[in-house]
């Protein structure tokens, strides 16, 4: 294991690197790169349904039951146009979408960390984590494009700190000396 290491210690290098490009991609992203990115995915989903299509196509040429794909084939092609067609809407839904989720997730963490407070033992964190996510839940509501681009610059942030991380852990596995190599 420390051998394939040592050898292999440019690969770490190259996922090192890569993670720090994206990260910086993600810390300069603009909205305008978010609609991107939101129009590739519905492309892929747009791929995707007419794969799935084409699949179904053929299952039903061999007689086989067919309708479940052939359903989610439509309904993919129609989420991958709908997706490309209005990116900056569904981008804006889907985070709207995420938002009430979290403000349900938070009000319910709330809950249960109240209700249950002699019963749990770390009702804090509980109650603590509810907060923030109903927080959360209420930003997005509010502002889905604000915390989208936050989250998006915290993860870019991310990126580039464990990115250095390797590329630094890399250049120590290089050098290190293994065991065979100093009796040697």
């Known amino acids: 294991m420390k051998t394939s290491l040592k050898k292999n210690w440019w690969i770490l290098t190259i996922n090192g690197v890569l993670a720090i ?4 991609l993600a810390l300069f992203a603009t909205e305008t790169l978010l609609i991107s990115i939101s129009m590739y995915f519905g492309l ?3 791929v995707g349904g007419l794969l799935l299509l084409l699949g179904a196509f053929d299952q039903k040429r061999k007689e086989k039951n067919y309708s479940m794909m052939l ?3 439509i309904f ?3 989420i ?3 997706i490309m067609v ?10 709207l979408l995420i938002g009430v989720w979290s403000l349900l997730l938070g009000a319910y963490k709330i809950y249960v960390a109240i209700a249950l407070s002699k019963m749990i033992e770390f009702r804090y964190v509980m109650l603590v984590s509810g907060l923030v996510l109903f927080a959360i839940g209420l930003l997005l509501l509010l502002n889905p494009t604000f915390v989208a ?6 993860v870019g942030a991310a990126f580039v700190v464990v990115g250095m991380i390797l590329v630094y852990f890399s250049l120590v596995v290089r050098k290190a000396k293994l065991p065979e190599e100093k009796q040697a």
Do not use: C, E, M
């Open 21 to 24: 490009l994206f990260g910086g």
């Open 86 to 95: 209005f990116p900056g809407t569904t981008l804006r839904i889907f985070l």
């Open 80 to 82: 991958g146009i709908l």
């Open 44 to 46: 892929l989903v747009l």
């Open 149 to 154: 681009g936050l989250v998006l610059k915290l």
């Open 76 to 78: 993919s092609i129609i």
């Open 71 to 73: 359903v989610q084939s």
